[in-house]
């Protein structure tokens, strides 16, 4: 394919020789090259990743490449997205420190990071499948979540700061067309690129199609990603970009960033942990143990809300240092009481965003392109159909009704009725 000069896509063989010119690389590594093992791990949907170790320590490498590697060389992609990637990631690392990797190397010419090796990690995904329980989750992703989003909106930043940073963003376009056409809009419509991994769910799939009130309220939906530029959102905050220990959460590829609206990224987590607990039947027999740990995920929703909102209110109270809203407006009482009005039903708007998005969110993973593999590797097709049907059900419920939905507590009670008997 055609790239810009300087560009080379690196593989197991290539990469020691690249790194072996990276002082910061060196140093973190130890020895030279011929001590270095690399593996290419990337299970991803679009570019290389791989972990370098070393004597002293190791490293993880993430190259785009020019085109989507789920599907190859017929769609291509810009390779600009690791630049996009790379700026968001020095941004959430300023804004969540303790929930982003270090950084220790950016080549533009070649659309690589190296970054912080995070072991022993697993991707969140994976863990909630094999049903682990994660203390720290819920609290660590509501603070990366709240820093990140109220840190780089209006409520925060003086408007030309802002403006400044959106405009870093706005050509973030290629990335941000996958997300329009694959979450808002071919899930709904006949599209080359759907697919659902059995008969059985044709008959559900049609009825998308066919649903007036879905596609009303998906493209209200889209009308938001289009236009609210709210902050600077991750952009694809699913379980598959957070990786967890019992310990310690950490927020990874972040190529989808652009200025957009929050509930984007809280509703991604909504989403994906919902998707979690429909999939439960598929991967634990125990009647009990699924059961425990079906509360235990509905719980985390909960916490996730819960946590954002209040931390989120904490800095819009003691940080209120942008230009919407500005302190100084609201200084008497009539204003602050005014001004605790204009909190709350921001935080309720807010909500109700969150929750059309994450219901987007698991549509498109049953019906789109992109899947997730706690449904994907579900080997008998109707246990899987019925844990699918589930999740679809309540996300059109969550879609088209989001007024049912006032509270989180509307949602982790809902939830539970839509699992198939
Ligand atoms: C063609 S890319 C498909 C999906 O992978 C990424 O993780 C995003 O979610 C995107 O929509
Ligand atoms: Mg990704």
């Given at each position: 394919m055609e790239t810009p000069p300087g560009y080379r896509a690196l593989d197991e063989s290539s990469l020691p020789g690249y790194l072996a010119g990276i002082d910061a690389v060196i140093a973190r590594l130890g020895g030279g090259p011929a001590d270095w093992q690399v593996r290419e791990v990337g299970d991803g949907n679009l570019n290389l990743v791989f972990i370098v170790t070393g004597p002293a320590g190791g490293v993880a490498v993430k190259q785009a490449l020019p085109y989507v590697r789920l599907v190859g060389e017929s769609w291509p992609l810009p390779l600009s997205r690791a630049f996009f990637e790379h700026e968001a990631l020095t941004a959430q690392r300023a804004a969540a420190p303790a929930q982003t990797p270090g950084l220790f190397h950016y080549d533009h010419?070649?659309?690589?990071?190296?970054?912080?090796?995070?072991?022993?990690?697993?991707?969140?995904?994976?863990?909630?499948?094999?049903?682990?329980?994660?203390?720290?989750?819920?609290?660590?992703?509501?603070?990366?979540?709240?820093?990140?989003?109220?840190?780089?909106?209006?409520?925060?930043?003086?408007a030309a700061e802002k403006k400044r940073r959106m405009a870093v963003f706005c050509g973030n376009t290629a990335l941000c067309r996958i997300t329009e056409d694959l979450i808002f809009t071919d899930p709904y419509r006949v599209a080359e690129l759907n697919r659902w991994t059995s008969p059985q769910l044709d008959g559900i799939a049609a009825e998308f199609r066919a649903d007036t009130a879905a596609k009303a309220a998906v493209s209200e939906l889209k009308g938001k990603f289009l236009t609210c530029a709210e902050a600077m959102i991750h952009g694809d905050l699913h379980t598959g970009s957070i990786m967890?220990?019992?310990?310690?959460?950490?927020?990874?590829?972040?190529?989808?960033?652009?200025?957009?609206?929050?509930?984007?990224?809280?509703?991604?987590?909504?989403?994906?942990?919902?998707?979690?607990?429909?999939?439960?039947?598929?991967?634990?027999?125990?009647?009990?143990?699924?059961?425990?740990?079906?509360?235990?995920?509905?719980?985390?929703?909960?916490?996730?809300w819960t946590r954002f909102e209040a931390t989120f209110l904490e800095l819009w109270r003691k940080h209120p240092t942008g230009d919407l809203y500005p302190a100084g407006l609201f200084a008497d009482a009539a204003g602050q009481a005014e001004l605790e009005r204009i909190r709350a039903a921001y935080m309720a708007r807010l909500f109700s965003d969150s929750v059309g998005f994450a219901a987007a969110k698991m549509i498109r993973r049953i019906l789109g392109l992109a899947h997730v593999e706690e449904l994907e590797t579900i080997a008998d097709p109707d246990l899987r159909a019925a844990c699918e049907t589930g999740a679809l059900r309540l996300a059109r419920d969550m879609l088209v009704n989001r007024g049912s939905y006032p509270t989180i507590g509307d949602v982790t009670a809902a939830a539970p009725e839509f699992l198939e008997k």
């Open positions: 010419g070649m659309a690589l990071t190296v970054m912080e090796l995070l072991r022993p990690h697993v991707i969140m995904r994976k863990g909630l499948a094999a049903g682990v329980r994660y203390p720290r989750f819920a609290g660590d992703i509501a603070c990366f979540m709240a820093h990140t989003l109220f840190g780089t909106s209006d409520l925060a930043l003086p967890v220990t019992e310990s310690d959460t950490r927020v990874i590829d972040p190529e989808f960033a652009f200025y957009g609206p929050m509930g984007f990224d809280v509703g991604a987590v909504i989403g994906n942990l919902l998707l979690a607990f429909f999939a439960q039947a598929g991967h634990e027999t125990d009647s009990d143990r699924r059961d425990g740990y079906r509360t235990w995920i509905l719980d985390q929703v909960r916490e996730v």
